[in-house]
């Protein structure tokens, strides 16, 4: 089995470009360039500093920067000197951060100026001295850089091996609880060779904390020496001139990107480009459609699971929607997630509808004893859930036609995906019952049109109070622990709750209602809108939205 350290090894004397990163905010600053070479170098530089830092304990670095150099540089570090990153997801605040932070262990944490206010007041279980700023207002970064600089330090004698733990990869946690997937260096090392030629140019503007930037951009590239270009952050109206100005042969997203490029307006240089293959799981038939004929380049979806057990391999023939084929050897199927019988095929129409739903939807599974699932840190729990029955459950819901091609089908009730990101309800739950206002609350997912989730909230009032839109959005907004992906697209006023006979909040029924109902509904047209009435002619333009996109609407 390759590791990430032997695959970063391999360009030790590559000259070719390696690195491009554009910084956004910036857009007069020419871009900054690596060779492989210079990436190599840098990294072990950079191993050397960790070397330095570390203290005993679980060897754990806590890395909290957008897509800067330095995280590409801090990953190189971790695999040659054995070092975990663990990647932290900015979009978490407050408590919910701060515990993220102390249930992975870190003893270190590498940040920047534009993140620091995070972390600011938070009990982080680290060291002050051991939280450190790579920009400028801190110059121990580049003190420490200087002092094991120079000549570039040698790989140390004994590689780390495929089982060293390399990464931990942030997903939702029941309950709010945190789960950190173990990711070691022998599965990301595996992920090399996806095809790749040194000539390829990828673009890199997802988050580097996040799976899908790492597996499907940056290590395949090293891997083949191709040239990455990393951007800061994702920007829609960027996306062309970075592409054409580097020669941009392939890019990677994931959830509702596509949709952001295709809202910019059309420029006559749309088809001017090199851009072969876009891999975009989660992304609406609608928008891919569009993406292709504007565009001129082939979206393929695939599916790959945080934890690594499970991979479905785009087919670039597939109907659309289609997720793609297990990997060959894998026995993956969709089940009954009750009994564990296997569902019945689907039988699709010839636009690819879904004719019998009921019998062929099924969640995910993964079931022969070689899965690489490698386990949640810390969290047992968890590990018997994901594993039970000496299967890999995915807590995806999926179904498969004839041809063994999977289609995403959504995920259980108390999860939600929004913009690719996956959160449990329970904390936004806590949030939104701190308002003196609300006696009960029960968030749920409701379909977005184009693709994943919305938020949507039931609540109950207490005696004598009334909701008040705005008030209710100046509440969220003051609210430091609320994620950016949490906020309520949806906010149902009801008199009551309804519950199952262990007084637990049936949400399966306020799911599938959603927004048709009696009960006062208020609702944000776009993220961060005001709310307004949910009215017939707004339910009406939603429910076209839904047809375009080619998405069902929740079964009455």
Known sequence: MTTVAEVLLRRAADDNPGLVYVDGDNPDAPPRRWTWRQVVAESAVRAAVLRSLRRPGPFHVGVLLENVPDFVFLLGAAALEGATIVGINPTRRGSELAADIRHTDCQLIITEQAQAPLLAGLDLGVDDDQVILVDGGDRRWAQLLADHGGAPPPPPDQLPGDDALFMLIFTSGSSGAPKAVRATQGRIGAMADLGFRAKDVLYCAMPLFHGNALVGNLVPGMGAGATVVLRRRFSASGFLPDVRAHG?????????????????????????????????????????????????????????????????????????????????????????????????????????????????????????????????????????????????????????????????????????????????????????????????????????????????????????????????????????????????????????????????????????????????????????????????????????????????????
Not at 503 to 512: F, T
């Open 248 to 556: 941009v042969t392939y890019f990677n997203s994931v959830g509702r990107a596509l949709s952001y490029i295709l809202a910019t307006p059309p420029t006559p240089h749309d088809r001017d480009h090199k851009v072969g293959v876009v891999l975009a799981p989660e992304t609406s038939r609608r928008d891919i459609a569009d993406f292709q004929a504007r565009f001129g380049v082939v979206v393929l979806e695939g599916y790959g699971s945080s934890e690594g057990a499970i991979r479905l391999l785009p087919e670039p023939k597939a109907p659309p929607g289609a997720l793609g084929r297990a990997v060959e050897g894998n026995d993956v199927a969709v089940v009954d997630p009750e009994t564990g019988e296997e569902r019945p095929r689907a039988r699709l129409d010839a636009a690819g509808r879904l004719l019998n739903p009921e019998e062929a939807i099924g969640e995910l599974v993964r079931r022969d004893a070689g899965a690489t699932f490698e386990g949640y840190y810390k969290n047992p729990k968890a590990d018997r859930e994901r594993t039970r029955n000496g299967w890999f459950w995915s807590g995806d819901l999926a179904y498969r036609d004839d041809d063994d091609i999977f289609y995403f089908a959504g995920r259980s009730i108390d999860w939600l995906r929004v913009d690719g990101e996956n959160f449990a309800a329970a904390p936004v739950e806590r949030i939104v019952g701190r308002s003196p206002d609300v006696d009960a609350v029960a968030v749920y997912a409701v379909p977005d049109p184009r693709t994943g989730d919305r938020v949507m909230v039931a609540l109950t009032l207490r005696a004598g109070a009334s909701f008040d839109p705005s008030a209710f959005a100046d509440f969220l907004a003051e609210q430091p622990d609320l994620g950016t992906k949490w906020w309520p697209r949806f906010v149902r006023v009801a008199p009551g709750l309804p519950h199952t006979a262990t007084n637990k909040v049936a949400k399966s029924a306020l799911r599938v209602e959603a927004w048709r109902t009696a009960d006062p509904v208020w609702w944000q047209p776009a993220p961060r809108a005001p709310y307004e009435p949910f009215t017939p002619a707004a339910a009406a333009a939603l429910a076209a939205e839904f047809a375009e996109h080619g998405r069902a609407l929740p079964d009455l």
